[in-house]
């Protein structure tokens, strides 16, 4: 039995963070019908901007390990939207004004995460970065079941970010600003919404959750490289896929879901046949239901 | 007209021909030396520390005015190709040096993923290859032309096993590995044929692999922690070694590693701070308390460089200094490529022993070295303090 409860709360560290990483993806999906497949690097870019930020305070200001906390945590989620947000007017919005169809801006989209992970590899070669650690390690014991203080930490935040961007979706009025884009992009303007500015903040949204993904993952795996965002970016688009991409739920189920998945496989079967087992699964569901878990149909999608 | 562009394109073909002439017989006083490292990819540190190293050897010889060879001085010229430590990376490196630049002798790949198949082709191109590095058996089975400095995992992993159950008074064992890794999968297949030949069958308790990009290694771990065996053995490199360490103290484990050399890099102990303070690993040399020639190459390296050379630094001194030897032994410089590859490679199967900084080797009918291993213990001040060491 602790064997169960124990790689179930494996699960659900690792699920916090695809979930954190999957919204992202959902919420620009949503609002734009656009896969912004630069997002798994924006959450290196998030992580490495959190290393920063915790190194200058620590090593060069000279605060103590809780207080940069306080500070790294709305300093990272600042920064990287910036990053985001930058990405979006430079390489999105001319797209869009051009009025290129979808496909050239997923391409864009590829490139820009490219450019990250190589500027990154260029700037700051290809040494790997250390992250301090941040919050003094507890490791609680109880009924056979070992879990750190950090893993609670990101457990619970990633359950209060789906509460946040749920509510912010579907209960605000800048929500259904965002949910109406979707829904038809040209009516929008002509009801006095601000297109633009609404595009502007699903980018701060996604990629401010992003960074804080970045900033706990940094915490918890204090191993930084330029590479660390490509690989769990594109398993975090396939849970926010299955899940039903742009939905803010389908991101959330669908992220835990395939870290389940993957450390249930794991932990039954030998290691090696983890990706291949957990992924046979999600396309079953695929097939059974391709618009995914939460997902409508809708026309014209890539 | 007709004459006259006849003519000139006949002038044009002189000049190309002459160029080209010119181009193969020029006297060449300078040899050509092409190492084939992971300047970036999944274990920067390593390439890093082969091009160091080698860069200090170079300047120490040309700055004499050369390596002479016949009575003859020839400056050297190193070329480093970054194989991005990946496989078929590592086979263009070594393409790129045989073809293009036309090196006389490759020195790395340095982890065995990449040595096995860059080792088959400098075998097919008949270029004489040594690696620093490698420890699979397969990188120089069968392969004359490839030769390496370093010891074999079939000798390190007794070595770890003799040790580990001495040193833990062990009775089972557990293992993670990258199973895509050459190298780990390797040792830790032998490590579990040696341990259980010792102890008998079934006590190895825990068998567990990763893919050389994942992060989080908790199922891995839990499963071997419920195991319960006396030690975990990860013939892992040093940057998945950081967190598979820290995520096994995260998950209650309280008992020893036991490692292997891919742990021995500079950056390891930066990565992965007091989790791993009193852990052992076998390795090719120890740093703290080395004497002679080994204490003179690791203060000159420190001075240069600022950090104390890891086990590849070392491990490359050596075998670019036996690529040197060959070329000395050789006798004499010609200036066809291909032929003095054959006699680089000949004169390299002819040296019987050779003294390096990572002690003396003597040389197998495969090219192989037969030399000492050591354990080391990290101390609490992040050093690789000398515990054992073991002679075949």
């Not at chain 1, 924006?42 to 920063?52: H, K, L, S």
């Not at chain 2, 770890?160 to 040193?167: E, L, R």
């Not at chain 2, 190459?297 to 060959?326: C, E, H, S």
Request: net charge neutral; glycine share 10%.
């Amino acid at each position: 039995m602790e064997f169960v409860f124990q790689n179930i709360l494996n699960a659900l560290q690792w699920g916090s963070f695809y979930a954190l990483i999957a919204l992202g993806y959902t919420l620009v999906y949503g609002v734009l019908l656009l896969i912004n497949f630069a997002h798994g690097d924006i959450f290196m870019v998030g992580a490495y901007i959190a290393y920063f930020v915790a190194t200058l305070f620590l090593a060069t200001v000279g605060l103590s390990p809780s207080a940069t906390l306080t500070l790294a945590v709305p300093l990272t989620m600042i920064l990287t939207a910036c990053v985001g947000v930058t990405l979006e007017r430079v390489a999105y919005r001319p797209l869009r004004r051009k009025g290129a169809h979808r496909l050239y801006v997923v391409i864009t989209a590829l490139m820009c995460g490219l450019i990250l992970e190589n500027g990154n590899l260029a700037l700051l070669g290809a040494s790997r970065k250390n992250f301090p650690e941040l919050l003094e390690k507890t490791v609680y014991n109880f009924m056979g079941l070992s879990v750190t203080n950090l893993k609670v930490v990101v457990i619970f935040t990633a359950i209060a970010v789906f509460l946040l961007l749920q509510f912010i979706v579907t209960r605000t009025k800048i929500g259904m600003a965002m949910r109406g884009i979707a829904w038809d992009k040209f009516a929008i303007p002509l009801m006095g919404i601000p297109v633009d500015t609404i595009i502007v903040f699903t980018f701060v949204l996604g990629s401010g959750m992003a960074g804080l993904a970045g900033l706990l993952f940094a915490m918890s795996y204090p191993v930084l490289e330029p590479y660390m965002g490509a690989l769990i970016g594109w398993k975090a688009f396939i849970a926010a896929v299955v899940g039903g991409i742009g939905d803010i739920r389908g991101a959330f189920v669908g992220g835990f879901l395939l870290a389940f998945l993957e450390i249930g496989v794991a932990a039954v079967f030998p290691s090696t046949l983890r990706d291949l087992i957990a992924f046979t699964v999600l396309l079953l569901i695929m097939w059974r239901k391709p618009t995914g878990i939460f997902g409508v149909a809708k026309h014209q999608k890539i | 007209m007709k004459i006259f562009g006849r003519l000139s394109l006949l002038a044009l073909a002189l000049v190309l021909g002459a160029l080209f002439l010119a181009g193969c017989s020029k006297e060449s006083d300078t040899i050509k030396i092409g190492f084939d490292i992971p300047l970036t990819g999944d274990i920067p540190k390593v390439g890093e520390a082969s091009k160091f190293a080698a860069e200090m050897l170079k300047e120490d010889i040309n700055s004499k005015g050369g390596l002479e060879v016949g009575g003859k001085k020839y400056k050297l010229q190193f070329i480093y190709q970054d194989n991005e430590s990946k496989a078929d990376s590592a086979v263009n490196a070594a393409l790129k040096l045989i073809e293009q630049d036309g090196v006389v002798a490759i020195v790395g790949p340095n982890s065995s993923k990449q040595a096995v198949p860059a080792g088959g082709i400098c075998n097919e191109r008949e270029t004489p290859m040594i690696s620093p590095w490698s420890t699979n058996p397969d990188t120089t089975k069968g392969r004359p032309w490839v030769f390496r400095a370093a010891f074999l995992d079939p000798f390190q992993g007794p070595v770890a096993v003799n040790f580990s159950a001495k040193q833990f008074g062990a009775k089972t064992a557990a293992v993670i590995f990258d199973i895509a890794n050459d190298y780990s999968k390797g040792l830790a297949d032998i490590f579990k044929a040696e341990w259980e030949k010792k102890m008998g069958a079934g006590s190895v308790v825990a068998f567990e692999s990763h893919g050389t990009k994942d992060q989080d290694f908790s199922a891995q771990l839990t499963k071997i922690l419920g195991a319960k065996p006396d030690f975990i053995f990860i013939p892992d490199n040093y940057n998945q070694v950081a967190l598979i360490v820290k995520q096994a103290h995260d998950l209650g484990w309280k008992g020893p590693f036991m490692g292997s050399d891919a742990w021995g890099s500079a950056e390891l102990m930066t990565l992965c701070g007091k989790d791993c303070v009193g852990q052992f690993f076998s390795t090719h040399y120890a740093a703290a308390g080395a004497q002679g020639d080994t204490k003179v190459f690791i203060d000159r390296y420190n001075q240069k460089y600022g950090y104390i050379p890891d086990d590849v630094a070392a491990l490359t001194w050596d075998a670019t200094r036996i690529v040197l030897q060959g070329i000395q032994d050789a006798g004499k410089v010609v200036a066809d490529v291909k032929a003095e590859r054959k006699l680089i490679r000949d004169a390299m199967a002819n040296i019987k022993e050779f003294k390096g900084i990572t002690g003396s080797m003597k040389f197998d009918a495969e090219g192989d070295p037969i030399k000492c291993a050591v354990v080391v213990r990290i101390s609490e001040d992040g050093q690789f303090v000398f515990a054992e060491s073991v002679c075949p």
